[in-house]
């Protein structure tokens, strides 16, 4: 029987994470942030993974990693949501490294291993909104060097290198300074995306089957969205709750009031729905068993409509202070509605998941 539970270990490491990220992304902070031209944090990226080592968690330790699971990395990712992290943790240390993993040889070791050091970023060049299995753009390969574009590349800006499938079937990896990347405007400030032009970049390959790497890495990146969505409805519940209790009309808190109560008795539940849901995902993707596709198809389809509108019951129930600037809600709005997009979207997962276990649509006279 699947136990769905926190360990112990995983308690722990919510709570360093949860410590580290208290001390260093406040709200404040991340809003100025996405101001200014830097938008990713790279002292909150060197604390995380110089510090902590969490971006070689998939990584077995003979590869130079810290040999956890997708359930470890999941708890991380919650977390992150939590705070609307601005680093590349998912795009790198989760999507980059499955990529990866998935490649033999020494090229692809080698890179393993700097991204598990998290002194290096790596970063997928298939657009965000690709699902695992669907089509993404590739470009061309010619005489040991690539020649095309590609667009909503996630984290490029912030990444070292880049992991690109070329229209032979291969991945090649491509340093970022040999490319031009142009950030695009992105809804969700904290994770931008960006176009990335090749004109003749040298690029070494780290495997001929690409279709399979990138199908990895498309799978995990869903799987453990769930949890970073799971982490940002539940940041919107409980500061939601928390402001309803202190904010009075008639002389008495406004979250008394039996509508509000409804709504968040709803909300609440489908949170609770949402946890399940992801730690499936994030245990399935750890077992690798025959129901990982199911489970990842299943998280993704509750978890994005789930985030979305957490993050919008906030925005409203908070009125008009959470109609500001100054306040962080926004920055959670933004990227529940982005990430709702992101390796699919939930129709598209019911969509996989229909076909996945024989569910024929009705026919229509």
């Known amino acids: 029987m699947t136990d769905l539970l926190y360990s112990e270990e995983e308690k722990a490491l919510r709570a360093a994470v949860r410590d580290l990220l208290t001390d ?7 809003i100025a942030r996405t101001e200014s031209g830097t938008p990713h944090d790279p ?20 590869q130079g990693g810290q040999g956890a699971t997708h359930r470890e990395a999941a708890v991380v990712l919650e977390e992150l949501g939590r705070a609307v992290a601005p680093v590349p943790y998912l795009t790198s240390a989760v999507v980059a490294t499955e990529a990866l993993l998935a490649c033999e040889g020494d090229a692809a070791a080698e890179l393993l291993a700097a991204l598990a050091s998290g002194r290096t970023v790596g970063a997928l060049a298939v657009a965000l909104n690709a699902g695992p299995g669907g089509a ?35 991945l090649y990896a491509v340093d970022a300074d040999a490319v031009t990347i142009s950030p695009q405007v992105s809804l969700d400030l904290t994770r931008p995306v960006a176009k990335v032009t090749f ?15 990138v199908r990895r890495a498309l799978s995990a990146g869903a799987g453990l969205l769930a949890s970073e969505q799971l982490g940002l409805a539940e940041w919107s519940l409980t500061e939601t709750v928390r402001y309803l209790k202190e904010r009075k009309q008639f002389n008495r808190p406004v979250g008394g009031f039996q509508a509000l109560k409804h709504r968040l008795a709803q909300l609440w539940l489908e949170v609770v729905h949402t946890r399940a849901a992801a730690r499936n995902a994030a245990d399935a993707l750890a077992k690798g068993g025959d129901d990982t596709d199911v489970a990842v198809a299943v998280a993704q389809a509750y978890a994005a409509p789930v985030a979305v509108h957490a993050a919008e019951e906030a925005l409203q129930l908070h009125a008009g202070i959470g109609m500001t600037w100054e306040h962080p809600v926004h920055l959670y709005l933004k990227r529940a509605k982005a990430d709702s997009i992101a390796y699919g979207t939930a129709g598209a997962h019911r969509e996989t998941l229909a076909g996945l276990v024989d569910l024929q649509a009705p026919q229509s006279n």
Do not use: Q
């Not at 260093?24 to 991340?30: G, I, K, N, Q, R």
């Not at 095309?148 to 990444?159: K, P, R």
């Open 24 to 30: 260093h992304c406040d709200a404040a902070s991340v």
């Open 43 to 62: 002292e909150l990226w060197k604390a995380l993974t110089e510090g902590m080592g969490l971006a070689g968690l998939l990584v077995p330790e003979a």
């Open 136 to 170: 993404y753009k590739a470009v061309r390969h010619e005489d040991g060097a690539l020649h095309g574009e590609l667009t909503g590349i996630a984290d490029a800006a912030a990444a070292d290198v880049l992991l690109v499938p070329a229209e032979d079937g291969a």
């Open 199 to 213: 004109e003749g970049a040298r690029a070494r390959r780290v495997t001929s089957d690409g279709a399979a790497a």
